[in-house]
């Protein structure tokens, strides 16, 4: 009987052994996985700026160069309708300015 009580006991101290680093270590795999999930989001989000500045900086360059195209129509109109006043007045000087 002496032998049966040291072979149970002995299961018994092993399985609350076990029992209890399990708990431990269940709550270092939840940390780990906290520290893993925050070290995570923290990278992603620092990926997703990196590319965000990149796509600003060319919508800011498309915006310029729309800019710069409208400025460059706005001075090609002026000197059209300069040329059609021009045109206009030459016309107008003409024979069919007599009729």
Do not use: C, P
């Given at each position: ?51 965000q ?5 060319d919508?800011f ?8 195209q ?30």
């Open positions: 009987m002496t032998q049966v009580a040291i072979v149970t006991g002995g299961t018994r101290g092993i399985g609350a052994a076990t029992s209890i680093r399990l708990k431990e270590d269940g709550f270092e795999v939840v940390a780990g996985a906290l520290l893993f999930a925050v070290l995570g989001a923290w990278g992603v989000r620092r990926l997703d700026r990196f590319y500045s990149g796509r600003r900086h919508h360059q498309r915006v310029f160069n729309f800019d710069r409208l400025a460059q129509l706005d001075v090609d109109l002026e000197k059209r309708l300069k040329e059609l006043e021009e045109s206009l007045e030459e016309m107008s000087k003409g024979t069919l300015g007599k009729l």
